[in-house]
């Protein structure tokens, strides 16, 4: 049985005492992962918990969509299977069930770090969606694939059958979100590209979450062509929050999922990057440079759902 209890002294430092970030001589703050990692550990061994606001963070991209049979709908409102189809979402690929989820702005400031990529670094490239020479108008800019962000996510959480770190069920969890719901037949997609900054000591990492339907793509056809599209226009948008904001962003990390909505049914595309606090037995004092994959393997014996 898991039990709330005041997080240990490691290593030399409290967890709940320890700065978020560290400041120079002259009083100007600089981005270390380390000191935030530190601060960003919560109360509870099992579960991870929604920031509190107090000490660092963590922030990690989930996204799903999920479906359900039109089975509760009246002539008076669709919203019983709507509520069924985003509850399908949540639990579709990353565990995020049964959270209160509260949509907050879309900002990962210097006190925060994003997991699989700050820390437990996912260094397994996944297949890219563009090829050379496609992405041309965006020129110095490095674009990376977030596929592994996604895996990061699933790794930590885990899933509704194998949950690893969960979130507290019940918890208050703020959530930089977007989600639709559409009636089938339908192709929808779910979109999120991440700005990071060139200095992350003063400015924050940007997420743009954008979900929909797919209205040129057919049921049962090809979707690359629409992935890309969308892709592109999440880039362009985060260049343009950049030039809105005068924010200079070195790397962007894109991605795009679909998925076909049958006939009869309700489906939810969701994006959501849950602003939470690490689970005790999730921690580890070189969590910046460990591996997502040294990481799963230090940790797995201490899943909610033993590793089998």
């Known amino acids: 049985m898991h039990t709330l209890t005041r997080p240990k002294m490691d290593k030399g430092f409290s967890t709940i005492s320890y700065k978020p970030f560290a400041l120079l001589d002259e009083g100007w703050r600089e981005f270390s992962p380390r000191d935030v990692i530190r601060s960003s550990i919560g109360p509870d061994d099992q579960y991870c918990v929604g920031f509190t606001g107090i000490g660092g963070y963590c922030v990690s991209p989930v996204m799903a969509i999920g479906s359900a049979r039109e089975n509760f709908s009246s002539s008076g409102s669709p919203m019983l299977d709507a509520i069924m189809a985003y509850d399908s979402a949540e639990v579709e690929d990353v565990y995020i069930g049964q959270i209160n989820m509260i949509t907050v702005s879309s900002f990962c400031g210097p006190q925060g770090v994003i997991w699989g990529y700050d820390v437990a670094r996912n260094e397994i490239e996944g297949p890219p969606l563009f090829v050379e020479g496609e992405l041309w108008e965006f020129n ?36 930089a979100s977007k989600y639709r719901s559409f009636r089938g037949p339908v192709v929808l997609y779910a979109a999120i590209a991440i700005g990071i900054p060139e200095d992350r000591s003063c ?83 070189d969590l910046t440079d460990l591996s997502l994959q040294e990481w799963y393997g230090m940790s797995r014996k201490c899943f909610l759902d033993k590793y089998r």
């Open 203 to 285: 400015d924050a990492c940007l997420l743009m979450e954008d979900v929909g339907c797919c209205n040129d793509v057919l049921v049962g056809g090809r979707d690359l062509k629409a992935r890309k599209r969308i892709a592109v226009n999440m880039i362009r948008s985060v260049l343009g929050v950049g030039e809105n904001q005068g924010i200079s962003y070195r790397e962007v990390i894109v991605d795009v999922i679909t998925r076909e909505i049958g006939r009869g049914e309700v489906g939810c595309a969701l994006v959501a990057a849950p602003y939470f606090q690490l689970a005790r037995k999730a921690y580890h004092y």
């Open 140 to 175: 110095g800019l490095s674009i990376k694939s977030g596929e592994k962000l996604r895996e990061s996510s699933r790794m930590l959480f885990g899933t509704r059958k194998n949950r690893h770190f969960p979130l507290l069920p019940g918890g208050h969890v703020s959530c």
